[in-house]
């Protein structure tokens, strides 16, 4: 697909509003519907979907698989970092409540931390999957 | 030393002796020396002990609680005392002989073998110091398994199939039967502990109290009561030495040492006196006595016709104790000491034999004890001891064991008492006649005496039980303090 | 409505779980194998979800206007076990893939035919 | 402030890991950080044994939520003996991986072992923890995904079918006992163990609640591999890399008996299951056709690892059957034997991963002659194949002693028959390793290199001296199971 000029501009075109709306998800998480899940989906949509079009060793190029297995550790390790930051804070283990000293304020702090986490870890996974699949396959 | 130290040193001496072999393995008299060395220190220990039990006294000792309520320990009362004796003073006799003979026949493993000669040793210690039903049992089944390297020494396939015979029978015997009389013991009474008059007095009724008898009796593999006997001819591919020590004294004492300990500490002879389920023991002691006699007449090989005689005579001792009366119980605990010193002299000659004429058969010692005297004079020594001869040690017991019977007016016993003695006779003095009467064959190759620790080990032993009923006052009363 | 037809929602799930046993036990091809674990899983989150709903509630967002609300925590719990059944299908099929590629087939009875043959020839 | 985290900090710090082990990519920092986290695991469980049996139970309210709201984490007397288990042979098998994981791993797959095992570890210690029957379905898939991803990791291309085929059946039970959960909130609308438990008694007889106990007990049954849901087993264990195999026999199907206990005597109470429902008696039965049947093709394979690994089948039969007596005495055999049979069976295969290292492969034809080469080794196999036997002396006499006592004690004879006999079967197959090592001559086959590597035995032994320690000194054990024995039957303060 790598030579079909109209699917390379509407891509080009439509990735950063994808991205976007990634973003939006993420954020709006906390008044309504979304989150990391659903935000960390749709930012790997959005690079497989360059995958796609530009092929995988451009989106190998782009997004490599280091920085994949990076993204699903340091996700994960972010989200428990939190929780070890309520402990340091003096509280219990993922203990929102301390990370603040207006404890909703400190709801909303660790909530946003740890969407982010899982933000990161849920679109490296899905990149992960994504390799994985589209890599193999013509070996055999 | 305290006694107490005493104790866990007869128990330490033979372990770290059997790691002082190991670590001078390579260094072939050395190893022996550390052999020779452990058996004197572990002889010395036992004998220290002598005088604080003859008194009366009871050294203790007690290193953990193993399970709630049931500790590892350690007490000497007189039965122990005398295993103890005879099992640690012979093992000094049987290390010198083992000396001649592994090095006479050039047997290859030589250190594996002392390394386990010393932990069989340890175990018998244990056991016979056990304080309680478990630690005998933990000493019991490590015995076990410490002696199934020695049977299996020669690793070819006759001695696997021994080896699977001899484990099977034991380790089968004991985990089937006894373990569960063991928790049975210990849920109906509450303790394990040997104590005096028994522990399960008023705990169950006679029917119960029978099947527990049976459990003990046939779980107690190691006193060869018959249909369980077969692992001790299967032993016998061991090299003798282990023949000698192992299935002649500590291993087979161990379980008729058992045995006794049961009858007396756990179930009580009043007890047992009491109630009529026990009847049936002395039928199979005696039926197991005349059974392998008649074995051992057929026998041709030398030490299955002497294995299956051990048999015999071990049931001597099951059958004493299960008469039931002090006497015949002083006779059974007596008669633990007379065979030992008896059995392992036989055992000795047959490995001489051995040694020196390659002979296993019983119809290839025509004129033998010609070109080996010393040899043969000690196995007519060891033999008429077994036979009951007068003043020999084993004409003791067995007189203890006659009145015994008498007392318990159980005529079946008397019979079977001089019947055996009769089969006794017919098995072993024809291989006296034979060898001193007969002329020998012809085309037997010249040759002497064994190497000199062998003879002078088989002498020895053939002393001790001429001198056994002259120096009966220790034996006799640790004996007597048995039987009440 | 009659019990079994209020109830529908467990019908759903008992078909759906009945056919998801029976893909995995039935089929020999390891992805179809894999198809019916998920469909069986999907069972699971209909059964937890169903329940959680009222006619009529809304989102549980706390506001004066709504009073009858939908029970949050099974969906909570649904999505955590929506994630755990795509780790394993992810997994699943990765394994699949080196099977795939170790044998030359994902069909069971060939791969076992293989290994009975290497045995063999051992 | 560390003392009262602990239980979090149990979990937690190998589950953070796990994904540091990811970032820093360097096989030897990730045996460095995996074998600090096992030991620390390690430790915090041991801390907290004594502080249970201290203070009694321990609860610990995740994120400050109070349960039954928020996720609890429980430490009680059954809890935290597991907990001990599991961490002991966890930090006892991350510093033996090394040699073992760099010999039969390529090495771009080291650190990814690592964070696998902490991984593995932190969902066994997080299920065993839990105090909310949702969160241990999580840790459940937690462990077993990384379970799945270990077995694949071994040489030969049937681990991968034995992965998958563990997988697929894994995941039927982890989604049956989810299943049965999901019954119990709708029945009782809490997750909470300890809430459930209370709750359960109003809704007690409600046909809800009966399907879930049965999904729950086929669920649990499928991942502790009781008979007939154990096929998945023999060939997990038999293809699995050594270190991992060790780690997975001697901690996660005891697990998984822990989960069953709590169900059975935690949430729904002895009163329904075994007063009310013939539980015990179709776990004795299974129980029995396991032990009988497991050990005798035990006897059979030509194969070390899958010998063991029918062995293992048989001697968790031993661990139902205690559960099947439903006594004190019963229940304490299968705690005791639980932690017993973990050692004895880490034990044994972490020296047969010294073997598969030095022979290639633990083929009963390559073990011919191999105390030769190998006198440490074997020694170790025969000491952990008595204990494993039931040899007075050794852990896994502790177990049979608790088991025949229970058994005579319920009234029950025959079925104290039935366990020594079977003992009988386990002198069998253990007495073929040692006429193999001990009393054949060498074949063409037979490993010539020596022995393991130092720390692969040394670790082993530790192992093997733990099998005969606890065969002497019961404190630990005995006294353990039995107050987890009086938790279950509610007769603790």
């Known amino acids: 697909m790598k030579r079909e000029p109209v699917l390379r501009v509407v891509g080009k075109l439509l990735i950063p509003y994808m991205l976007m709306f990634a973003l939006y998800v993420q954020f709006h998480g906390d008044f309504g519907p979304g989150g990391g899940f659903q935000a960390g989906v749709i930012t790997a949509a959005a690079v497989i979907f360059y995958a796609l079009i530009f092929g995988l060793p451009a989106a190998r190029r782009l997004v490599p698989e280091a ?32 990370l603040d000293p207006d404890p909703v304020a400190g709801q909303h702090r660790g909530i946003f931390w740890v969407e982010i986490g899982v933000l990161v870890t849920v679109s490296g996974v899905m990149l992960k999957i994504f390799y994985m699949f589209a890599g193999r396959g013509r070996a055999v | 030393m305290t006694p107490a130290q005493l104790i866990a040193a007869a128990l330490l001496v033979p372990a770290t002796g059997a790691a002082g072999i190991a670590l001078a393995g390579r260094w072939p008299n050395l190893r022996e020396g550390v052999t020779l060395a452990a058996a004197a220190a572990l002889f010395a220990c036992v004998l220290a002990l002598l005088p604080t039990v003859l008194a009366g006294g009871v050294p203790q000792l007690f290193v953990l609680e193993m399970l709630p309520g049931i500790a590892l320990g350690f007490r000497v009362e007189p039965l122990g005392m005398l295993f103890a004796l005879v099992a640690s003073g012979l093992w000094i006799v049987n290390s010198v002989y083992s000396i001649g003979y592994m090095r006479g026949n050039d047997e290859p493993h030589q250190t594996r073998f002392y390394v386990c000669f010393a932990l069989a040793l340890a175990a018998t210690m244990g056991i016979a110091f056990s304080a309680n039903l478990l630690t005998l049992f933990l000493f019991y089944e490590m015995l076990t398994l410490v002696t199934w390297p020695l049977v299996t020494h020669h690793g070819d396939d006759d001695a696997k199939q021994g080896g699977r015979l001899y484990l099977g029978f034991l380790l089968g015997t004991s985990i089937t039967f006894l373990l569960p009389a063991i928790i049975a013991t210990w849920a109906l009474a509450g303790t394990l502990e040997f104590t005096p008059g028994g522990i399960l007095r008023g705990t169950a009724s006679g029917s119960v109290i029978g099947g527990l008898l049976a459990l003990y009796m046939f779980g107690i593999g190691k006193a060869a009561l018959m249909p369980f006997h077969r692992w001790l001819p299967a032993a016998m591919v061991a090299p003798t030495p282990v023949s000698a020590l192992l299935h002649a004294v500590a291993v087979v004492k161990a379980g008729v040492f058992t045995v006794v300990k049961v009858v007396v500490y756990v179930f009580g002879v009043e007890t047992l006196a009491g109630i009529r389920a026990a009847d049936w023991l002395p039928a199979v002691a005696g039926f197991t006595i005349v059974a392998a006699s008649i074995v051992a007449l057929r026998s041709d090989n030398l030490k299955r016709r002497l294995a299956y005689s051990t048999v015999s005579q071990l049931s001597y001792v099951v059958l004493a104790a299960a008469l039931l009366t002090p006497l015949s119980v002083a006779g059974a605990v007596f008669h633990i000491a007379a065979h030992a010193v008896g059995k392992i002299t036989l055992f000795f000659a047959a490995g001489a034999i051995y040694t020196a004429a390659h002979k296993t058969e019983v119809s290839q010692l025509d004129g033998i004890g010609r070109r080996m005297p010393w040899t043969m004079g000690a196995f007519t020594v060891g033999a008429l001891s077994l036979i009951g001869i007068p003043p020999l040690p084993g004409f003791l017991s067995k007189w203890m064991m006659f009145q015994g019977a008498a007392q318990a007016g159980n005529g079946m016993a008397l019979a079977v008492l001089a019947l055996s003695t009769l089969l006794n006779a017919a098995y072993f003095l024809p291989i006296v006649h034979a060898a001193f009467w007969r002329a020998p064959r012809e085309g037997d190759a010249p040759h002497g005496e064994a190497p000199w620790p062998s003879v002078a080990a088989l002498v020895v032993t053939a002393a001790a039980t001429i001198a056994l009923p002259f120096a009966s006052a220790v034996p006799l009363a640790l004996a007597r303090a048995v039987g009440g | 409505m009659p019990a079994f037809a209020s109830h529908y929602t467990y019908w759903i799930t008992v078909l759906l779980m009945a056919a998801g046993l029976y893909i995995v036990v039935a089929r020999g091809n390891l992805v179809k194998k894999l198809i019916g674990l998920s469909i069986f899983q999907t069972s699971v989150y209909l059964l937890y979800i169903a329940p959680g709903k009222l006619i009529g509630g809304t989102a549980p967002i706390l506001s004066e206007a709504f009073k009858v609300y939908s029970n949050p925590l099974p969906h909570v719990l649904i999505l955590t076990a929506i994630v755990v059944g795509i780790a394993t299908l992810a997994l699943g099929l990765a394994i699949v893939v080196r099977i795939r590629e170790a044998y030359g087939s994902i069909e069971e009875d060939e791969i076992v035919a293989a290994d009975r043959d290497a045995g063999d020839r051992e | 402030m560390t003392l009262e985290h602990l239980p979090a900090l149990q979990v937690m710090v190998p589950l953070a890991a796990a994904p540091l082990i990811v970032l820093l990519r360097h096989a030897g920092f990730a045996w460095a950080l995996a074998v600090a986290a096992s030991l620390f695991a390690f430790g915090a469980s041991l801390a907290l044994a004594l502080e249970v049996s201290r203070a009694g139970a321990i609860s610990y309210a995740m994120g400050n939520w109070p349960p039954p709201w928020g996720i609890e984490y429980r430490v009680d007397a059954l809890s935290a003996f597991v907990l001990v288990l599991v961490s002991a042979v966890g930090a006892l098998v991350a510093p033996y991986a090394r040699r073992s994981v760099a010999a039969e791993l390529p090495r771009e797959q080291h650190y990814l072992y690592y964070a696998v095992h902490c991984l593995c570890l932190a969902g066994l210690l997080g299920m065993t923890i839990t105090g909310d029957a949702f969160n241990l379905f999580v840790f459940m898939e937690i462990a077993s995904l990384s379970m799945y991803v270990l077995i694949a990791l071994g040489r030969d291309r049937r681990a991968l079918l034995a992965s998958y085929q563990y997988l697929i059946l894994g995941t039927i039970g982890a989604t049956f006992y989810v299943i049965g959960v999901g019954l119990l909130y709708l029945a009782t609308g809490t997750l909470n163990i300890a809430d459930l438990a209370a709750r359960l008694p109003e809704a007690q007889a409600t046909r809800a609640v009966l399907a879930a106990l049965a999904f729950i007990t086929v669920g649990v049954s499928l991942k502790l591999a009781l008979f007939p849901l154990h096929l998945w087993l023999p060939n997990a264990y038999a293809y699995a890399p050594s270190a991992a195999t060790a780690f997975l026999a001697a901690t996660a199907t005891k697990v998984s008996v822990y989960v069953l206990l709590r169900f059975y005597f935690t949430v729904f109470g002895a009163p329904l299951v075994v007063d009310a429902l013939p539980v015990p008696q179709i776990l004795t039965g299974l129980s029995i056709i396991a032990i009988v049947s497991a050990s005798l093709v035990a006897v059979w394979q030509a194969d070390l690892k899958r010998l063991l690994a029918y062995s293992s089948v048989a001697q968790i039969g031993y661990i139902t ?67 494993l036997i039931g040899v007075p002396g050794t852990a896994g006499f502790i177990s049979k002693w608790y088991l025949v006592l229970g058994a005579i004690e319920a009234g029950q004879a025959w079925l104290a028959a039935l366990v020594v006999l079977t003992s009988l079967i386990a002198v069998a197959y253990v007495w073929r390793f040692v006429e193999a090592a001990y009393l054949s001559e060498p074949g063409s086959g037979t490993a010539v290199a020596g022995e393991a590597p130092l720390a692969m035995l040394a670790v082993s032994w530790v192992m093997v001296a733990a099998c005969v320690w606890f065969g002497f000194d019961t404190s630990f054990t005995v006294q353990g199971a039995r107050r987890a024995a009086e938790l279950m039957l509610g007769a603790a303060p």
Do not use: Q, W
């Open chain 1, 67 to 98: 920085l994949v297995e990076t993204m699903v550790a340091a996700g994960a390790f972010l989200y428990m970092a939190v929780g070890f930051a309520g402990l340091v804070l003096g509280g219990n283990y993922l203990d929102y409540f301390v």
């Open chain 4, 321 to 387: 059957l205690g559960i099947g007596m439903a006594t004190r005495d019963g229940l304490t055999a299968a705690v005791v034997h639980l932690f017993n049979h973990g050692i004895t069976k880490g034990a044994l295969f972490l020296l047969v991963g010294g073997i598969a290292l030095r022979a290639g492969s633990v083929d009963f034809g390559r073990l011919r002659g191999l105390a030769r080469t190998m006198p440490l080794t074997c020694l170790g196999v025969t000491l952990a194949g008595l204990s």
